[in-house]
């Protein structure tokens, strides 16, 4: 089944939440409304979501700029795009806003069409499978529509953290990422867990490709890389 990228929007104004969440699901995502800070940390120890579209004046003790800057500071969070919502047309606010962590804004009120675009240009950017982008590394192919891992035209079966951990690195290819980056990007809560948890998933993830577990490559004393040729 095709799984629909899951946007969680913070703002408090009902109205404006409604009509982007109605817009939302029109255009093929998940969306999920909370109307503040607190309620968003919330959501987000539940579940993490593709994109967040976040609301610059919200109620309660962090304005949606502190809550860009925290969300960038946490290895949980740290990784999911951001879309600022503001009222503000000011030039400083703006950059204040890109200076958070934001990955863009767009300036209340805006029309749906400029939003879809924009969220889909920063999905591509930082999350294109999150759009259903086809993923290609030599005769290694993964569908972020279907969630379906291919090599030489043969479906393999992976486990979650295996899927998410190939998704990686075939977004990465042909470079060297230690351990502690693959746990810090792969992993929701990697600075608490030890490398070698890395290695377990490796090795698992190597048996789940078989013949394609080849190109999967061990760099002694540094980490591994993914790469269209066998060792
Ligand atoms: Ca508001």
């Given amino acids: ?36 800070g607190d309620s968003a940390q919330q959501a987000l120890a539940e579940q993490i979501p593709d994109l967040i579209l976040l609301d610059w004046m919200l109620p309660g003790a962090a304005s949606g700029l502190q809550l860009a800057q925290q969300w960038r500071k946490q290895p ?5 795009p951001i879309v600022m ?19 863009d804004y767009i300036t209340k009120p805006f029309s749906i069409q400029e939003l879809l675009a924009r969220m889909r240009a920063v999905l591509r950017r930082r999350a294109p499978l999150a759009l259903g982008a086809q993923l290609q590394v030599g005769d290694l192919q993964l569908d972020g529509s279907s969630h379906q ?14 899927f998410k951990l190939l998704s990686f690195l075939m977004q990465h290819p042909e470079r060297v990422h230690s351990r502690s980056q693959l746990l810090r990007h792969v992993w929701p809560d990697g600075e608490m867990l030890e490398e070698r948890t890395v290695d377990v998933h490796i090795k698992r993830l190597r048996q789940a490709l078989g013949d394609a577990g080849a190109l ?16």
């Fill in 85 to 103: 919502l503001t009222a503000r047309g000011d030039e400083p606010d703006k950059i204040a806003g890109l200076d958070a962590g934001a990955d």
């Fill in 149 to 162: 891992v291919r090599y030489q035209e043969q479906v393999l079966k992976l486990g979650r953290m295996e």
């Fill in 1 to 36: 089944m095709k799984k629909l990228p899951l946007v969680l929007i913070v703002e408090d104004e009902p109205a404006i939440a409604e009509l982007i969440a109605i817009n939302l699901r029109h255009h093929g995502f998940t969306p999920l409304c909370v109307e503040d």
């Fill in 216 to 231: 999967l490559h061990t760099v002694r004393g540094v980490g591994y890389r993914l790469s269209a040729s066998a060792a």
């Fill in 76 to 80: 949980r969070t740290a990784q999911v």
